[in-house]
Structure formats: C-alpha cells, structure tokens
C-alpha cells in the first residue's frame, strides 16, 4: 500500500468569483495540466503553514485570508495523496508563474483551459454550490406567503433550496413542489425535495435530500443529478461520503425553536467533525447569515437554514 502524501492545496477566489489555476511545468509529472496551487506538508508543519509557504514559492503572494474546507484522497500512478483544500479569499501581491509555465482564472461553466488534475473534478463541482441553502417551511407560513418569500429570496441571489413539506397534504405538497420548481428554474436557482424521491421527480426538483434514516439504509446514490442529506455525527458523514454525495447539512449547532431544550453541538464539535470531510458541509440549526464566517473558519462550506432564509 502506497504511503499518504499529504498536501496543502489553494482554491484561490476572487471577488468575481474566478478561481486561480496553474499549469504544471514541462519535465514535471504531469507536465501541462492544469492544477489548482499547492503542495507537500512538510515535517512539523501544519496544513494552513504548509499552503502559506507553497503560495508564497509558487505564487509570489502573502495569504491573509484561508478557511479549511475539504479534504479529498486521489490514488495517481506515483502517489497516493491526500488534498486538503482551502478557500483563499483574501491575499497580498499578484499572484506571478514562480513554478508555472501559465496562469489562468477560471469561472465554473466557462471552461478555457484543459486537461485538468483528475482530482480536482468534485473540487469543481463543490465549488458550484452556494454558501446557503434555504429550507422550505410552507406548511407554518401559508404556500402564498411561502412562493412570495421565495421569489423575493431568489431575486437577491438564492440559489439552493430544498422542499421540506411532507406535513403539507399531497395535493398542496405536489402543487406547491411544481410552484416552486419553476420558480427557483426561472432564476438558475437547484431545488431538492426532502425524503420523497417520487415526488422530486414529479416536480421536476434537481434532486432529493435524504434523511438521516435514508442515508444509513441506502445502498447506492439516488439517481438524481444533486443528491444531499441529513447528518449528526461521524457514521452517518462517513455514509454520505461512500455514496458520493454532493453535500451533507450537519447539526445542529444552536438550540433552535423547533427543538427547545435539546443542546446543539456547538462549533468545536463541527470543526471536529468536518475536519476530514471529503464533501461539502453545511452548518445547520439557530444560526443567521452573521454566523457565516465561523462557519468557514470551522470548515464548513455554509449554513443552511429555515428562519435565516427567509427573515
């Protein structure tokens, strides 16, 4: 068995959106493909010293800003590696080709430079979600109220939402999935229904979010394009990540109003538990948009949420 190298690599984002790639030189493995900045964990260091000084020889430039975001084993050829990514948001100097041949900024769905790392394809596809995913709740507020607080929401920049309405009756459950699929589709915006796989295809949903009960029973991917799902602890993340899911909501973090009285794990417990996570993770329980930033710093991708989405 091929030993584990670690190492520290760099999503590197601008404010546009861009992310940085650089092209791997000739007589290097991999000679001209394309490969997001980083390299080996060196004895001693840490992950985040390790990305600071590879940026610096590769790149020329000072890291202000990173968060610890997934981790992703590949087996090439020559090395079993073990990548662990990090978003840079914030950063001194222009970046320059010190170990280079090229340098490009890419934007996701507008393709321009190729091959890529085989690794780095659900780094890109990871990279297309949101920072929040909006949570259902029409069966408390009205379906009315519910599509116009959706469409106002989407009107501001939603983009992942998922339909959690098994308590509404089938018929407002199904008319309200259809309302609401066409209108997060009007704006580009992902929709998945919770637990019911039939439904989300009756809609016409990009996918379905298991609950945690689902998770831990199924057997193969749901054949759907955006699969998610519930976790709470270490087993059931491990589950989500063998199925290849494309993203898991973990908590909750807070005590919420849904569930008075029952402590949530708090963000120690989520930096814990995300730490090795080779999916996305969104925070999830009590929190607002103002909880965003911890969430990163605790290797989260986001939060998801119910009130935070719509208040």
């Known amino acids: 068995m091929k030993k584990i190298v670690e190492v520290a690599a760099a999503v590197i984002l601008r404010s546009d959106g861009a992310f940085l790639l650089g092209r791997r030189p000739s007589g290097s493995l991999y000679a001209g493909y394309w490969e997001f900045p980083g390299g080996k964990i060196e004895s001693g260091e840490t992950v985040q010293q390790a990305l600071s000084r590879e940026l610096h020889e590769e790149l020329g430039i000072v890291v202000e800003t990173a968060y610890p975001w997934i981790v992703r084993e590949f087996i090439y050829e020559h090395a079993h590696v073990r990548l662990h990514f990090f978003r840079v948001i914030s ?9 280079h041949d090229a340098l490009a900024w890419q934007h996701l769905g507008i393709p321009s430079v190729t091959p890529m790392l085989p690794a780095n394809a659900p780094v890109l596809a990871a990279l297309g979600l949101p920072d929040f995913y909006a949570i259902s709740h ?15 929401k989407l009107d501001q920049g939603l983009r992942l939402v998922q339909l959690r309405e098994f308590l509404l009756p089938v018929a407002s459950r199904i008319s309200f999935g259809h309302a ?12 998945l229904v919770n637990s019911d796989a039939d439904l989300a295809e009756q809609v016409g949903a990009d996918g379905v979010h298991l609950n945690a009960t689902q998770l831990m029973t199924s057997g193969s991917r749901p054949d759907f394009p955006l699969v998610a799902a519930s976790t709470h602890n270490a087993l059931e993340l491990t589950q989500a990540a063998r199925l290849g899911l494309d993203f898991v909501v ?45 969430a990163w710093r605790s290797s989260a991708h986001g939060i998801a949420g119910i009130r935070a989405a719509w208040d």
């Open 91 to 99: 950063w001194s100097e222009e970046p320059r080709k010190l170990q």
């Open 138 to 152: 029409a069966y408390d507020v009205g379906v009315a109220a519910q599509l116009d607080a959706l469409a106002r």
């Open 180 to 191: 609401a699929v066409k209108l997060c589709h009007q704006y580009g915006a992902r929709v």
């Open 250 to 294: 973990l908590g909750p973090l807070k005590e919420t109003t849904s569930h008075p009285g029952r402590p949530g794990i708090g963000w120690k417990a989520l930096a814990e538990l995300t730490a090795a996570a080779p999916l996305p993770v969104y925070a999830l329980g009590g929190l607002t948009r103002k909880d965003m930033p911890t």
